[in-house]
């Protein structure tokens, strides 16, 4: 099975994921990055008002996928 790697963008800074996971397929670690976005928006936002989050799929060799995900907070 391929190893995945999943970097994460966080308002500007790159954090890379040192480890990556085994999955099966490229789609199947997709799901894995689409499914972890609203837990890592969440954890994102609690320290900020407005909030980007990326997460970069890689195989090590290059990006497989990128998940994007955005918290704006607007007053009225």
Known sequence: MPRYF???HVRGQKIEDLRGKLFPSDGTA???AVQRMPADLKR???RSRNTYV???VTNGDR???VVR???IVERR
């Open 6 to 8: 999943f970097h994460q």
């Open 30 to 32: 997709c799901h894995r």
């Open 44 to 46: 994102a936002a609690a």
């Open 54 to 56: 990326a997460t970069e």
């Open 63 to 65: 990006t497989v996928f």
């Open 69 to 71: 995900g955005t918290v």
